[in-house]
């Protein structure tokens, strides 16, 4: 069983920024891909991005490219997730999760975090 969990959410301004950290209980491997989602209300859940644990390959959703940048921290598995650039349509519930293979749709992953609030205002 792992456990993730999402910290680094809060309330900013457009044009601010915002890093959101993801920690995992146990070793995440470097077979392991790992990526954030979020979901706004009334909306579907939307991928934003995804590293490959062992290469530090990434990517974005085209909503976050140039803005959003993924990273790792390897030694003590925990993921990033640095936004610049905020929008008001960046306003969500930021979700960590560990895939079982390549995957955007949200369907192939075996973990998920808790969430952390997002909230980007005029």
């Known amino acids: 069983q792992v456990q993730l969990v999402e910290s680094g959410g809060g309330l900013v301004q457009a044009g601010g920024s915002l890093r959101l950290s993801c920690a995992a209980s146990?070793?995440?491997?470097?077979?392991?891909?790992m990526a954030w989602f979020r979901q706004a209300p009334e909306k579907e859940r939307e991928f934003v991005a995804l590293i490959r644990w062992g290469t530090g390959r990434t990517t974005y959703a085209d909503s976050v490219k140039g803005r959003f940048t993924i990273s790792k921290d390897g030694a003590n598995n925990i993921m990033y997730l640095q936004m610049s650039d905020l929008k008001p349509d960046d306003t969500a519930v930021y979700y960590c999760?560990?895939?079982?293979?390549?995957?955007?749709?949200?369907?192939?992953?075996?973990?998920w975090g808790q969430g952390t609030q997002v909230t980007v205002t005029q």
């Open positions: 146990s070793r995440i491997f470097s077979s392991h891909l």
């Open positions: 999760a560990r895939a079982r293979s390549y995957d955007t749709s949200g369907h192939d992953y075996d973990y």
